[in-house]
């Protein structure tokens, strides 16, 4: 990986702050589709979503709007590390559901306004849009204010350019349910083709609190703010740092992906250590306990646990779930191995000994477990045994530098 080094001190220019020169610094390092280019491409859009808040809070809102732009461009709408990741490598989506699944589904569940709200939707797609309405009214009717519904019923106002009804609803909606970032967010949109800049600029505020991770959102933001300032309604903005934690629908979303494809993660484990790593393995620890919640018995997730904890600095958890792979496969060449390394690293000199030479019964004839193999014997005093694995090492890799050198280290 040639381009680390690069990658290490963007990402360290990320971390303090200084985002356009980690944004300068990870756009050379962007282009390409290995993942460490695509890991350069998320964290560089954050350093321009980082610079957009910036000016943002500085009252310069169209340069603000150029940087969450170039954001969108990057990484799509979303600013979320784990949405990202399921975009980029996991694919999935959701059939749509016609609407004639929609109305049997009504028929058993028609106590659920959800029924009557997946209906509408599949009626709308069907070209069936007086009918769409005319669900949405009636689910209303029947169960009262209820945010989905008004918000759904206002975006299908909003389609047919009835901006007051949609307005109208829209309003309903965020009252029904304040935390609803969707609701605010059409609720911005609305305000702003009605000219109310104004109301615009706070729905979006309130949306953009709300859900950090909105990169369009956060660019529609600085637009109605800069229509409200020439309006003659100046204001201060000012919006929290994005770290919201990973939605659990997306951690089992990958988890799923993981449990069939476990190479997802090695691809990962292979990057260089970073300054991404914090992120980056948070999100697949959670992944992979997720995973082995569904899957105990496997125990080559456990391993890559174990390694991701490894990542992280988190030793004893790692050393742990090497162990645990290693009692569902005591044959198993990698957990074998990574327990022993594990085991080295805390001074567990002998039980890393141990496990190194299972891993070589096991069929682990490999130069860097011979070189571990004879360091711990030569740390032990154990000389003779020490030179025949370094030898051992050679016969595997005659260019095999470490090994080479314990040798002429012993024979001096």
């Known amino acids: 990986m040639s381009e680390s080094p690069d990658f290490a001190r963007a990402m360290a220019l990320f971390r303090d702050g200084r985002f356009e020169a980690a944004a300068d610094a990870l756009h050379s390092l962007a282009d390409g589709r290995d993942l460490q280019a695509r890991l350069a491409k998320y964290y560089c859009a954050m350093s321009h979503r980082g610079l957009g808040i910036e000016l943002l809070q500085a009252g310069q809102y169209e340069q603000a709007g150029r940087h969450f732009r170039q954001a969108v461009s990057l990484v799509g709408n979303r600013a979320d590390l784990a949405e990202y990741l399921l975009v980029v490598y996991a694919r999935t989506h959701r059939p749509e559901e016609s609407a004639a699944q929609a109305e049997l589904r009504l028929e058993a569940d028609a106590d659920n306004p959800l029924a009557y709200l997946h209906l509408a939707q599949a009626q709308w797609r069907s070209a069936r849009r007086p009918l769409a309405l005319l669900t949405l009214r009636q689910a209303l009717r029947r169960f009262g204010d209820n945010a989905l519904l008004h918000m759904n019923l206002g975006l299908f106002h909003a389609a047919g350019e009835q901006w007051d009804l949609a307005q109208q609803h829209l ?29 615009a600029r706070q729905a979006f505020h309130r949306a953009c609190t709300l859900d950090g991770s909105d990169l369009v959102t956060a660019y529609q933001l600085s637009l109605a703010a800069l229509a409200a300032d020439k309006a003659g309604f100046p204001a201060l903005i000012s919006l929290p740092e994005f770290a919201r934690p990973a939605a659990s629908s997306q951690i089992r979303q990958l988890a799923e992906y993981v449990a069939a494809e476990p190479d997802f993660v090695k691809a ?82 002998q039980e890393a000994l141990d496990h190194y030479r299972g891993a070589l019964s096991a069929g682990a004839d490999w130069p860097d477990v011979h070189l571990a193999i004879g360091q711990l014997m030569e740390r032990a005093g154990q000389g003779p045994g020490a030179v025949e694995h370094y030898r051992s090492a050679l016969v595997l890799n005659r260019n095999y530098a470490p090994a080479s050198q314990a040798l002429s280290r012993l024979a001096a």
Do not use: M
């Open 171 to 199: 309003q309903k909606a965020v009252e029904c349910d304040p935390a609803s970032a969707a609701a605010w967010k059409r609720l911005g949109h609305v305000e702003s083709v009605r000219g109310d800049f104004y109301k």
């Open 268 to 349: 990962f484990l292979a990057l260089p250590p970073s300054q991404a790593d914090a992120d980056l393995f948070d999100i697949l620890v959670s992944v992979l306990r997720t995973a082995l919640t569904h899957h105990p018995r496997y125990a080559d997730l456990h391993c890559l646990l174990s390694q991701s904890l490894e990542r992280l600095g988190q030793l004893e958890p790692a050393i742990g779930a090497a162990r645990q792979a290693v009692q569902i496969n005591s044959s198993y060449r990698q957990g074998l191995v990574q327990l022993a390394r594990l085991e080295e690293r805390s001074g567990q000199a």
